[in-house]
């Protein structure tokens, strides 16, 4: 157990370093870009307490596994108040970039900001605040965010000219993460930078630049504990029949040219109860289909209180990994596993399909595999990021498997669940890959026969091991050629599947009309 003594110090070492970087870049009378430091004794004199964080700790803790529109968390200190953070009726628009998480963190926001006085619109001319909600996973993708705050920077001076309502520019998520300050360095249109676990404090950065349109607001701090859990998402499409969950953030598995252990941090999944008590809810609405999700959703391991389950069984083991499959920590110990939750989830809303997204081949073990085959409510589609089918690219990629191993899971599942139709993610050109090397990933395409594939060039990313210690040496036509091939041959073999599944009678979601 951590001595008192110890808590203390790590507890004052993250306050001033959260309470030096808030001071730093929110200073009054600082201009933009400019970051100053204030001396330790003027921090803490307008930080919190050693109370208001115990206070904080018990609170969150209370509220971790209730699901109601009370449970929102209450932010009022002695050094804070809530009315001084109000919307005040302030306009709200906001696009979103990426995944699913990303669709389901902007649905956390909304409720953050709506139960924070600000008000919903989908006119991004009328708004006092937009908020991008940004991806990182490939320069592609950071460079739909720049275009577009290339244009939100013109929108912004024009309002300014007409002597129009100010509008106020975030970046929130993982592009927010990745660049931090360096956003703001780069595009002084952006009035705020937000990190994907710092979604509550939004009402105080925005307050913050209001009140001083010379100044930028930033909070990149990563968390190892913030899973939004007491939070009611507000969706962002109502009608849908479907609806996301978010069952854990963060990953730790550390593949080489992933930013994503960077950008999201350490993995911790949401206590299962408030899991629970929100697909209750959504069954109430109406929702036909739900979508857990997490960074690495089958690596969930919840050690929270539970009523739903009782107490944490002292039979649960070691983290379960599919043979031939190895990860780079060391194995979590106890808990309620994925297994877990997906059982008691499909018991309780037997009339609701489920799906989930997006895992690692190596948390696939039997038990989740049968559960699959056995429960009529979970859907047959399988997700199995493969990245490559070569071995030494494998390798450096750092994915903890071989194509042999990976060839063996995938005759596993179809062995267990009859029917099922697979999926799986490729990266193209990645550091090093030969002619040879990549002829083995389309062969292995070949040979799995995907229904759905995800295919894209490689693409370098700062902080990762390939960055470190690798050499991004395949060149952009290369790149785009093997992708060009890969595509054409996964689309024959998927071809070959939907031909195979003519004259079958298949249960389909009605989601809306198509445009």
Not at 153 to 174: E, P, Q
Not at 195 to 224: F, K, M
Not at 403 to 413: D, F, I, P
């Amino acid at each position: 157990m951590l001595g008192l003594k110890n808590f203390i110090r790590l507890y004052l070492q993250s306050q001033k370093l959260q309470c030096c970087y808030t001071v730093s870049m929110f200073s009054t009378k600082q201009p933009k870009n400019k970051v100053t430091v204030s001396s330790q004794k003027e921090v803490f004199k307008i930080g919190p307490t050693f109370q208001d964080f115990l206070e904080n700790s018990l609170r969150s803790a209370k509220n971790a596994n209730k699901y109601s529109a009370e449970s929102m968390p209450d932010l009022d200190h002695a050094y804070l108040k809530k009315e001084d953070y109000q919307g005040k009726g302030q306009k709200v628009y906001m696009d979103v970039y990426g995944c699913q998480m990303n669709v389901n963190d902007v649905e956390i926001v909304w409720s953050v900001l709506i139960s924070n006085g600000y008000q919903k619109t989908n006119k991004a001319d009328e708004a006092d605040v937009i908020l991008l909600m940004t991806c990182a996973i490939r320069e592609g993708a950071e460079q739909k965010i720049w275009n577009r705050l290339d244009h939100l920077r013109h929108l912004k001076k024009r309002k300014a000219a007409k002597n129009d309502r100010r509008v106020s520019i975030g970046v929130l998520g993982c592009m927010a993460e990745r660049l931090k300050e360096k956003l703001i360095e780069k595009e002084r249109s952006i009035d705020i930078v937000a990190g994907p676990d710092s979604y509550r404090d939004l009402p105080r950065l925005l307050t913050d630049v209001t009140d001083d349109p010379h100044q930028s607001a930033v909070n990149v701090l990563l968390s190892l504990e913030e899973t939004y859990a007491d939070i009611i998402p507000v969706r962002v499409n109502p009608e849908s029949p479907s609806a996301f969950i978010s069952i854990m953030r963060g990953c730790d598995n550390m593949c080489s040219y992933c930013i994503v252990p960077f950008t999201r941090g350490r993995e911790r999944s949401r206590p299962a109860d408030s899991i629970i008590n929100e697909v209750r809810y959504l069954a109430d609405e109406g929702i036909k289909e739900i979508t857990l999700l997490g960074q690495n959703v089958n690596s969930y391991r919840d050690l929270s209180d539970s009523v739903y389950y009782g107490g944490i069984s002292d039979k649960i083991g070691d983290t379960s990994t599919v043979p031939g499959f190895k990860t780079v920590y060391k194995a979590k110990k106890g808990g309620r596993r994925f297994a877990d939750l997906l059982e008691k989830i499909s018991s309780i809303v037997p009339n609701i399909r489920i799906r989930f997204t997006s895992p690692h081949p190596k948390d696939f073990p039997d038990e989740v595999l049968q559960l699959i085959a056995e429960r009529s409510n979970i859907c047959k589609n399988l997700h199995l990021p493969a990245q490559s089918g070569n071995n030494a690219v494998l390798e450096r990629m750092n994915r903890g498997y071989t194509r042999e191993s990976y060839l063996q899971l995938v005759q596993r599942v179809n062995e267990i669940i009859p029917g099922v139709t697979l999926s799986s993610d490729f990266i193209c050109g990645f550091c090093g890959e030969t002619e040879d090397e990549f002829q083995d990933t389309l062969t292995l395409v070949e040979r799995v026969q995907y229904q759905t594939a995800y295919i894209f060039p490689y693409s370098m990313r700062e902080k990762t091991k390939a960055h470190r210690r690798l050499e991004d040496n395949i060149s952009h036509d290369v790149k785009t050629a093997r992708v060009d091939q890969l595509v054409s041959s996964f689309r024959d073999g998927a071809e070959k599947l939907n031909q195979s599944r003519v004259g079958s009678v298949q249960l389909v979601l009605i989601e809306g009309v198509s445009e």
